[in-house]
């Protein structure tokens, strides 16, 4: 099963079942997974607990051997029932606390934890303080830990915290105190003077808070923005103008290699033969990019198992021993071993601690650093 939340009003990622199904067809083609065949069912999880809740027990029911590539930020409600009935959770799209804590989850990337300490890393480099712009919640309270912790390791000072609540309209005032925060007024900047820089991580609502960051009059400061995935993306560039939005220059952490990289060929291929005109999956999508990397991995383990019949516990049972599995770069490669996780306190089960610096160029989001930075010393300073 895959699920995720489609035709609400907050988060949608109607990509990320698509990629499933687009999966299971290119699996189909090639004689299944290890002569297995892929059936593939998908659920709306509906931006809501209970819709969570509802995909899990829809899993059960249905005999899922797994949960893969999937999206939800209420794991206290899809993860009791998995767990219950010995369903591993894979490649989930990182936006859940139980994701990093469930002994049934095998995530792919360090989720938003990563992404934070590793935007601390990245603006260390080139910012001259920084404001950081987060919502009024428990799970906002987490974030300026994060972010300082990788701020520290570049020698830079902490950021300012700018609490917003996660369902406004407007962030003007937000975007005003943010901006005095990040730099002094100096109208123009002098050779080697570094910028300020307002970073954000609102999820579907940063686009709404950059929107009004750029209806600000000029008051004189030299600032930069920044993001992380999920918050900002190829996607939103696009819809904002491009080149001409409000997002060129952007600092942005990611998981994987930009969209243009050469190591997501085969999933473009994929997409193209086994999805050609289904506007929901754009290979950009970080969402869809998951999907793809958490199919991936059931691949590999499934063919690791040979075995005629295919169940949840076969399956943990093979990645809990230590099967690796090579993302064709798109990750390091992944294990699952007692021995490969982090062990922060706060993100046991995290394997993959490295992240990705690009800089949204030309409307792009290109490379800023060519390789993966690994954030995971940063992640056990933050917990």
Known sequence: MTFAPEDTKATNMPGMPAMAKAYARWAAAQGGIDGHELRVITCNEQNTPQGAATCARRAVKEGAAAVVGSYSQYGDAFMAPLEAAGIPFIGGFGVSDEEFTSYLSYPVNGGQAALLAGNGQQLADVCDKVALVRPDSLAGDDLPDLLNAGLARGK????????????????????????????????????????????????????????????????????????VMGSVGQPLIDRTGGRNGPYEGAYITGWYPDASDARWDRMRDVVRTHAFGDNRIDPADAGVQTTWIAYNVLNKVVSSIDSDRITPGKISHALDQGVEVSTDGLTPALRWSYEDMLGASRYPRIVNSSVTFQVVSEGRLVTQRKDFVDVGRTLMDAS
């Open 156 to 227: 830079a000072g902490e950021s300012a915290d700018i609490l917003a609540a996660d369902d406004a309209t407007d962030y003007s005032d937000e975007a005003r105190r943010a901006r005095r925060q990040a730099a002094e007024p100096v109208w123009t900047a002098s050779d080697g003077e570094r910028p300020g820089c307002v970073t954000a991580a609102l999820g579907e609502r940063t686009e709404t808070f950059f929107d009004s960051y750029r209806r600000l009059p000029e008051d004189g400061r030299q600032v930069r923005i920044s993001s």
